[in-house]
């Protein structure tokens, strides 16, 4: 009786203990979110965070080491998925991911958070190191292992340089994040798609090439007029 009386108040305990510390951690993370989208890089710390929540700044460092550490949480939290490496079409799988991304990033806040875990792995090399194990890393490993199915699927031919078509297809859309010169969207997606599918798929580039010079030397054929002494076909009789 005893003992059943002593084990109850504990195990009651931790069952209520488990929710404050998920309800600690999404305070975190919502004072982050808040504060990021209000103040900007400029004022995104730790302490300010700390005092945000309400909670003390070992709450925080218990959970993310850096400041950094903390950014890549948020940053990955609201991405839905990368690469889906096992996808049947190449084109469509770059086409879906791209069009996902360009959509969170149209949310200043998402845009904001990138920019600042580019600008903290500058001078943090644990930062720095995330951003490679957590957010670039896995996203590049699905591509490569969906261009390397497209290979064995005879999708595209084995001899690209697979490291430098991912540079190319998401390059342009880290830079465009990072200096916002130009906008985020579905036809810069397609532009993009388009400029990088010859190298992708060079024999339907040929053959849209081939069709397309058949279909202007036609078009100039008969746009030309007749030779000297050559007649004109006459025209029908109106009845």
Known sequence: ??????????????????????????????????????????????EQVAGAAGVSKASIYRRWPTKGALLVDLYMEGFSEGVRQDARSLRAEFKRYLLATVERLKDPLWRRILCSLMAEGQYDTVTAELLRERVVGPRRQ??????????????????????????LLFGPLWY????????????????????????????????????????????????LPPAQGESQPAKPRKP
Do not use: C
Request: net charge positive; no cysteine; glycine share 4%.
């Open 142 to 167: 699905a591509g490569l292992a969906l261009l390397q199915r497209a290979v064995e699927t005879k999708q595209i031919p084995n001899n690209l340089d697979h490291d430098l078509v991912l540079d």
């Open 176 to 223: 465009r994040v990072l200096f916002a010169h130009a906008p985020l969207d579905a036809d810069f997606v397609d532009r993009l798609l388009k400029q990088i599918e010859p190298i992708l798929f060079p024999v339907k580039a040929a053959q849209i090439g081939a069709a397309r010079s058949k279909e202007s030397s036609a078009r100039r054929t008969t746009e």
């Open 1 to 46: 009786m005893t003992t059943s009386a002593n084990t109850a108040p504990q195990a009651s305990e931790a069952t209520r203990g488990r929710p404050r510390n998920q309800q600690t951690h999404g305070a975190i993370l919502e004072a982050a979110r808040a504060l990021l989208r209000r103040e900007g890089e400029t004022r995104f710390s730790i």
